[in-house]
């Protein structure tokens, strides 16, 4: 069993069952966050790089086939490069094209993946991901590859299959390995489930684990481990270093792992009882397989509500975390405020009175909203401003610079983490109009607002 169908976002799609696909039957699997120089030279003729970087590390894994000295004229760097072949079968037209792994000494060790497909590279969003699967060893070793674009559903079930850290950039993997391990902490719980429902108290064990700790509870039991790891005594994010780094790694990090080790199990214990009942006398293989048949869109219901709580969830735990911050800094704050035509701010600062007065000036207040994902749904903030600044806060890599130049016309600035606006995967470094969770602190309030709010 592993986690990653358990936690998806969206039906899979074509690319979403290509990626599983290779994943299952893969010995190893190449996975890299693509920076924006390894795409956007499909866009952008002045850009040099054409190819994907392939750092030392995993160059001379022995993942990709050993480099081998090219001539060259005299006086010049030597050039290590490999050739072999590459099947890409999610382009229009399925194709196998020779690759070449190639490192200029002349640039030390930088190295580069080239005479990759084109059309493979473009119109990707920001922090995408490159998948090369290998079966087979040495001369005998083939190579699949596709692009995973970081808005889809296959992107969420790489995250989870191989339980990628929120700041992940590259990394090699054996599956068969990585779903091993899974099963393995796994094995107690199953252990106990079997037991009890041999006993016949499956009824009862399974009632002991469908209980989630509430969003509050689980928020705190992340940030407490957070500080045991880390040492802080509060999240006052002003004593902090990168206070958005460490939203990132409590929210899709820490907090997440706490979740999945209660959402398996409870989703785990519906599936058993819808599938075996309670009674291990009356069950057989025949029931089972027309349990399966016969309650299939409750089966696939109780998958459906998986996906929809991890959507929530996420949410509400991004939320917390800010709150924490905004809390433990002592910055004034009123949270879910319900203002005119039923709109409701996550956070409103100093307080819903000042965000509501007509005559106060445009700094006497602001708005602070937070989406872990925003696609299209940062346009849902638009109506909260009301001669105030918006801000608002996402862990979101994938968001391209049209939509963030977009947002830049309705008045919106981009709070994200610390890592992500110096990131080389997003477009953030280069835009004006985000921020990083330090500079929001530190500069859009305490230097230039918290003062006066505090003399109100």
Request: proline share 5%; aromatic share 10%.
């Amino acid at each position: 069993m592993t986690t990653g169908n358990l936690f998806q976002d969206d039906v899979i799609d074509d690319a979403a069952e290509l990626v599983i696909r290779l994943t299952k039957r893969a010995d190893s699997i190449f996975l890299k966050k693509l920076a924006l120089n390894d795409w956007q030279w499909t866009e952008d003729p002045d850009k040099h790089q054409d190819g994907v970087y392939i750092f030392k590390s995993e160059r001379d894994s022995g993942f990709f086939p050993p480099l081998t000295s090219t001539p060259v004229k005299p006086g010049k760097k030597p050039i290590f490069e490999a050739f072999f072949k590459i099947h890409w079968p999610a382009l229009s037209y399925p194709t196998v094209k020779e690759a070449r792994l190639v490192n200029w000494r002349s640039k030390g060790e930088e190295t580069h993946l080239t005479r990759v497909p084109h059309e493979a590279f473009t119109g990707l969003n920001p922090a995408s991901f490159l998948l090369i699967a290998k079966t087979g060893r040495a001369a005998d070793a083939e190579y699949t590859a596709t692009t995973v674009d970081s808005s889809s559903s296959a992107y969420r079930y790489l995250e989870d299959l191989f339980d990628l850290p929120p700041k992940f950039c590259s990394g090699i993997f054996e599956p068969q390995r990585v779903m091993l391990s899974q099963q393995e902490k796994l094995f107690e719980f199953i252990g106990q489930a079997l037991s009890a429902f041999h006993a016949g108290q499956i009824s009862a064990f399974a009632e002991s684990h469908f209980s989630i700790p509430k969003p509050r509870e689980m928020a705190r039991l992340a940030q407490e481990e957070y500080q045991s790891l880390h040492g802080n005594f509060d999240f006052n994010p002003f004593k902090m270093t990168a206070p958005g780094d460490a939203v990132l790694d409590i929210s899709r990090g820490l907090e997440y792992e706490i979740f999945k080790s209660f959402e398996i199990r409870r989703r785990s214990m519906e599936l058993v009882k819808l599938l075996l009942g309670t009674d291990p006398e009356a069950v057989s293989i025949n029931q089972v397989l027309m349990n399966i048949v016969t309650e299939f869109y409750q089966i696939d219901g109780i998958l459906l509500s998986a996906a929809q709580t991890r959507k929530s969830r996420a949410g509400a735990s991004f939320e917390l975390h800010i709150e924490r911050l905004l809390t433990d800094g002592g910055i004034p704050h009123e949270v879910q405020v319900i203002a005119d035509a039923k709109k409701r701010p996550d956070f409103v600062l100093p307080s819903f009175t000042a965000y509501m007065d007509p005559l106060r000036d445009r700094t006497g207040a602001l708005v602070l909203s937070a989406k872990t994902t925003l696609r299209e749904r940062w346009k849902q903030v638009q109506g909260e401003i009301r001669n105030c600044d918006l801000f608002l806060a996402t862990v979101d890599e994938g968001i391209a610079e049209n939509a963030i130049k977009d947002m830049e016309r309705q008045g919106i600035v981009l709070v994200v983490p610390e890592s992500l606006k110096k990131s080389d995967t997003t477009v953030y470094k280069s835009q004006s109009n985000v921020i990083s969770f330090k500079s929001f602190f530190e500069t859009e309030l305490l230097c230039k607002r918290m003062v006066a709010w505090q003399c109100e």
